[in-house]
């Protein structure tokens, strides 16, 4: 291992945390609980890191609050659930230590720093109704309202989304129609909270671990950009930084974590790592594939797991703080009824109403043409879904912007004004409306998963909230483009069961910790459920801190026997 | 419908003020995100602003319509976003308190309309407060700054020289701050 140790040291502590997402403050939480002096830095001057971006959901298998409630579950179950998710691109030993401390580690966080989460009612595993070990409800949790007020000074610093509704909860928003009815939402409750600062979703879910450090005394420093990792010959033993021009060198006697995320605003990284071409993303700048850069030096042993490439757009006159394109996902837009997704053929390649299967779709290559024989493609619907849904930000009844998609008449116009084969589109919209009227889409199954439903349906269109015709024009066309998955990556630093980075050698890295994002994603492996990156950022730092500090997990090896690993 | 009262006491004649407040593009510079004022004759106008909100930017044009204008006390006034289904009217007033100083009251109303009024009104539920305190506090700002910036008779250069200049960076600063306030 490199020597590389500096003159002086600038900071002194025991844990370093890079990354102020749920990652690394669970990290330095629990590190300081566990005797250890603790601080975090973060490359941005805002704290929350993606946390705050997403949806906030936490996929926890046997968690208390479902047991409480009655729904049956376990970490066994969770453990098969996710093991067939995988499709072996997995590991299982990586699968049971996740499912098994993501409990333990919600337990921990809402005994020590106040976190107040709950069950997501009537909110499905994805999978739930297609594959055993699935549930209608339970595992998917999200936090209350958290108050932002008691940030003081940090909760102008403390990041939100502009993406997501957070002054509302999923409870909200889903026991109201869902973002298809959004016009039934509690719109009074809304306004409340932006008033008084409640965050919910991601963005609530960062603060609460914002105001955990904040309550400990944890020094966050903001603005202070990670670039190299120190080490003495045998171990890590601390960081090298830049603020404002100059270096500023950190020591961590006892480790460091690295949790900054993944590397989707790279684009060399998404390429060569990823196979993704030309993504926009919806998260900042930052998200470069800092992991890779700091563990590479060390040895650290790179995984990729089967991934997709998503699918989003940008409203004209959007965009982000600093000035860039704000990108927002068609996830929920083209899952909704009389809306449907087609390639440059004019024809359907997927589910529309199930990302995780029709995204699987988006790069697939045809080597006889050397081509993305499914992108471009173009997101259609009529007057209908024009009327009563929003798409994106353009709410429903308002006219599209100008310079967004394209309107007219008839399919067939539709159709030669984006360069598609007129008589496909209409062959395909005609299949498609004939589906609807079945209630059943014999091509890609669009509708069979519940959660499709629950996200991306309408519940009040009959004869199925996934399923309504395109019939009355004008008729429109949104040409969608590649996105990252929100820094969900295909690849990653691998790590041990707690939470230390391995090599290429397959011995872990003294002093070195990767949390969330930055880790191997070999706990899901092909597919994913959402909730599961969040709980294993939050799981991770749980690990890292108490391993750092003296007090491992012995729980993996107490269980693992019984799953015959 | 949303509305909001910010009263704010400037330190300067009423018809000092009433001499800023005349010319619509000083209302429209005054905005915070504001890109470019478009005045289409006395009474009309387009804004060009960038507005923040929860870190998302958007850029809106806003028409804006002079109802009345009432020298040197008051005028009334309504506005319309462009492809935006969002209306509101609003009114500067202005009373003498004293040759120097002048107490300005500016309402703000914001009204959403169609199926979605209700979630307009929401999101400016908490941004409409901020907005007339941040114009009401700039508005301030630039004329007092102004004031001070021109030597009153009598007064000798170097102190003028430092108070406007002081002004200056003072104006400076709001304005990045301003810039990055509302978006947090």
């Given at each position: 291992?490199?020597?590389?140790?500096?003159?002086?040291?600038?900071?002194?502590?025991?844990?370093?945390?890079?990354?102020?997402?749920?990652?690394?403050?669970?990290?330095?939480?629990?590190?300081?609980?566990?005797?250890?002096?603790?601080?975090?830095?973060?490359?941005?001057?805002?704290?929350?890191?993606?946390?705050?971006?997403?949806?906030?959901?936490?996929?926890v298998?046997?968690n208390?609050?479902?047991?409480?409630?009655?729904?049956?579950?376990?970490?066994?179950?969770?453990?098969?659930?996710?093991?067939?998710?995988?499709?072996?691109?997995?590991?299982?030993?990586?699968?049971?230590?996740?499912?098994?401390?993501?409990?333990?580690?919600?337990?921990?966080?809402?005994?020590?720093?106040?976190?107040?989460?709950?069950?997501?009612?009537?909110?499905?595993?994805?999978?739930?109704?297609?594959?055993?070990?699935?549930?209608?409800?339970?595992?998917?949790?999200?936090?209350?309202?958290?108050?932002?007020?008691?940030?003081?000074?940090?909760?102008?610093?403390?990041?939100?989304?502009?993406?997501?509704?957070?002054?509302?909860?999923?409870?909200?928003?889903?026991?109201?129609?869902?973002?298809?009815?959004?016009?039934?939402?509690?719109?009074?409750?809304?306004?409340?909270?932006?008033?008084?600062?409640?965050?919910?979703?991601?963005?609530?879910?960062?603060?609460?671990?914002?105001?955990?450090?904040?309550?400990?005394?944890?020094?966050?420093?903001?603005?202070?950009?990670?670039?190299?990792?120190?080490?003495?010959?045998?171990?890590?033993?601390?960081?090298?930084?830049?603020?404002?021009?100059r270096?500023?060198?950190?020591?961590?006697?006892?480790?460091?974590?690295?949790?900054?995320?993944?590397?989707?605003?790279?684009?060399?990284?998404?390429?060569?790592?990823?196979?993704?071409?030309?993504?926009?993303?919806?998260?900042?700048?930052?998200?470069?594939?800092?992991?890779?850069?700091?563990?590479?030096?060390?040895?650290?042993?790179?995984?990729?797991?089967?991934?997709?490439?998503?699918?989003g757009?940008?409203?004209?006159?959007?965009?982000?703080?600093?000035?860039?394109?704000?990108?927002?996902?068609?996830?929920?837009?083209?899952?909704?009824?009389?809306?449907?997704?087609?390639?440059?053929?004019?024809?359907?390649?997927?589910?529309?109403?199930?990302?995780?299967?029709?995204?699987?779709?988006?790069?697939?290559?045809?080597?006889g043409?050397?081509?993305?024989?499914?992108?471009?493609?173009?997101?259609?619907?009529?007057?209908?879904?024009?009327?009563?849904?929003?798409?994106?930000?353009?709410?429903?009844?308002?006219?599209?912007?100008?310079?967004?998609?394209?309107?007219?008449?008839?399919?067939?116009?539709?159709?030669?004004?984006?360069?598609?084969?007129?008589?496909?589109l209409?062959?395909?919209v005609?299949?498609?409306?004939?589906?609807?009227?079945?209630?059943?889409?014999?091509?890609?199954?669009?509708?069979?998963?519940?959660?499709?439903?629950?996200?991306c349906?309408?519940?009040?269109?009959?004869p199925?909230?996934?399923?309504?015709?395109?019939?009355?024009?004008?008729?429109?066309?949104?040409?969608?483009?590649?996105?990252?998955?929100?820094?969900?990556?295909?690849?990653?630093?691998?790590?041990?069961?707690?939470?230390?980075?391995?090599?290429?050698?397959?011995?872990?890295?003294?002093?070195?910790?990767?949390?969330?994002?930055?880790?191997?994603?070999?706990?899901?492996g092909?597919?994913?459920?959402?909730?599961?990156?969040?709980?294993?950022?939050?799981?991770?730092?749980?690990?890292?801190?108490?391993?750092?500090?003296?007090?491992?997990?012995?729980?993996?090896?107490?269980?693992?026997?019984?799953?015959?690993? | 419908?949303?509305?909001?009262?910010?009263?704010?006491s400037?330190?300067?004649?009423?018809?000092?003020?009433?001499?800023?407040?005349?010319?619509?593009?000083?209302?429209?510079s005054?905005?915070?995100?504001?890109?470019?004022?478009?005045?289409?004759?006395?009474?009309?106008?387009?804004?060009?602003?960038k507005?923040?909100?929860?870190?998302?930017?958007?850029?809106?044009?806003?028409?804006?319509?002079?109802?009345?204008?009432?020298?040197?006390?008051?005028?009334?006034?309504?506005?319309?976003?462009?492809?935006?289904?969002?209306?509101?009217?609003?009114?500067?007033?202005?009373?003498?308190?004293?040759?120097?100083?002048?107490?300005?009251?500016?309402?703000?109303?914001?009204?959403?309309?169609?199926?979605?009024?209700?979630?307009?009104?929401?999101?400016?539920?908490?941004?409409?407060?901020?907005?007339?305190?941040?114009?009401?506090?700039r508005?301030?700002?630039?004329?007092?700054?102004?004031?001070?910036?021109?030597?009153?008779?009598?007064?000798?250069?170097?102190?003028?020289?430092?108070?406007?200049?002081?002004?200056?960076?003072?104006?400076?600063?709001?304005?990045?701050?301003?810039?990055?306030g509302?978006?947090?």
């Open positions: 291992m490199i020597r590389n140790l500096p003159a002086r040291w600038d900071l002194e502590a025991d844990v370093v945390a890079i990354g102020s997402g749920i990652g690394g403050l669970s990290a330095a939480i629990t590190a300081h609980e566990h005797g250890s002096r603790a601080l975090v830095l973060e490359r941005t001057e805002e704290l929350g890191g993606v946390t705050a971006l997403s949806l906030g959901e936490l996929w298998a046997g208390h609050h479902a047991l409480a409630a009655g729904f049956e579950d376990s970490p066994d179950s969770g453990y098969r659930y996710l093991k067939r998710l995988s499709m072996g691109y997995g590991e299982d030993t990586a699968i049971l230590n996740n499912v098994l401390h993501a409990r333990v580690a919600l337990q921990y966080f809402e005994e020590k720093i106040g976190l107040k989460t709950r069950v997501i009612p009537h909110c499905p595993d994805y999978y739930f109704g297609t594959t055993t070990d699935a549930v209608a409800q339970g595992r998917l949790l999200e936090v209350l309202p958290f108050p932002a007020q008691t940030l003081g000074d940090w909760r102008a610093r403390t990041r939100v989304s502009p993406l997501v509704p957070y002054a509302l909860t999923h409870e909200d928003i889903f026991e109201n129609g869902g973002v298809a009815n959004m016009r039934n939402w509690d719109f009074d409750l809304m306004a409340k909270r932006l008033q008084r600062d409640e965050r919910c979703l991601g963005a609530g879910l960062a603060a609460y671990f914002v105001k955990g450090a904040l309550d400990r005394g944890i020094g966050l420093h903001t603005g202070i950009n990670a670039q190299d990792l120190i080490c003495d010959g045998s171990r890590v033993v601390g960081v090298r930084a830049t603020k404002d021009a270096d500023v060198f950190v020591r961590a006697d006892r480790g460091v974590v690295l949790a900054v995320s993944s590397y989707e605003r790279n684009a060399g990284y998404n390429k060569s790592l990823g196979q993704q071409l030309d993504l926009g993303s919806m998260v900042f700048p930052s998200i470069d594939g800092a992991n890779f850069r700091l563990a590479g030096p060390v040895g650290a042993r790179v995984a990729r797991v089967p991934d997709i490439t998503s699918l757009f940008c409203v004209p006159g959007e965009e982000t703080p600093d000035g860039e394109p704000l990108w927002r996902s068609a996830l929920q837009p083209i899952g909704l009824p009389h809306t449907i997704v087609v390639n440059r053929m004019g024809r359907r390649f997927g589910n529309e109403a199930f990302y995780r299967s029709i995204l699987y779709a988006v790069d697939i290559i045809d080597g043409t050397q081509t993305h024989p499914n992108f471009p493609c173009w997101a259609i619907f009529d007057g209908q879904a024009r009327e009563k849904y929003p798409f994106g930000s353009v709410m429903p009844g308002q006219d599209l912007p100008a310079g967004f998609g394209v309107r007219a008449d008839s399919i067939v116009e539709l159709a030669q004004r984006i360069g598609v084969d007129a008589r496909a209409t062959d395909t005609s299949a498609f409306n004939s589906y609807c009227g079945k209630s059943e889409d014999p091509e890609f199954h669009r509708g069979s998963h519940p959660w499709s439903a629950w996200m349906g309408d519940p009040g269109n009959q199925h909230p996934n399923l309504g015709p395109l019939l009355r024009p004008p008729f429109y066309a949104v040409q969608l483009h590649r996105i990252g998955g929100s820094a969900i990556p295909a690849a990653g630093v691998v790590s041990d069961h707690h939470a230390r980075a391995v090599g290429w050698d397959d011995r872990p890295i003294e002093g070195l910790y990767v949390a969330g994002n930055s880790a191997a994603r070999l706990e899901t092909a597919c994913m459920q959402s909730g599961v990156s969040n709980a294993r950022g939050m799981t991770h730092g749980y690990l890292a801190g108490r391993h750092a500090s003296g007090r491992p997990s012995d729980l993996l090896q107490k269980e693992r026997g019984r799953f015959g690993l | 419908m949303i509305e909001t009262e910010q009263r704010i400037i330190g300067a004649g009423i018809e000092a003020v009433w001499e800023y407040v005349a010319d619509i593009r000083n209302w429209a005054l905005m915070p995100g504001s890109q470019s004022c478009a005045v289409l004759n006395r009474d009309d106008s387009r804004w060009t602003l507005v923040g909100a929860g870190g998302l930017v958007k850029t809106v044009i806003v028409a804006v319509h002079i109802e009345q204008w009432n020298a040197p006390a008051g005028v009334i006034f309504s506005y319309a976003l462009q492809g935006e289904p969002v209306v509101g009217s609003g009114s500067y007033g202005a009373a003498r308190k004293s040759a120097h100083e002048t107490e300005i009251t500016l309402k703000l109303r914001v009204a959403g309309s169609g199926p979605m009024s209700r979630l307009w009104e929401a999101m400016s539920t908490p941004l409409l407060p901020q907005l007339a305190k941040a114009f009401s506090e508005l301030k700002l630039e004329i007092e700054g102004a004031a001070h910036a021109a030597p009153p008779p009598g007064a000798s250069s170097g102190r003028s020289s430092v108070l406007g200049g002081l002004g200056r960076w003072f104006l400076i600063r709001w304005r990045s701050i301003i810039r990055c509302l978006q947090q």
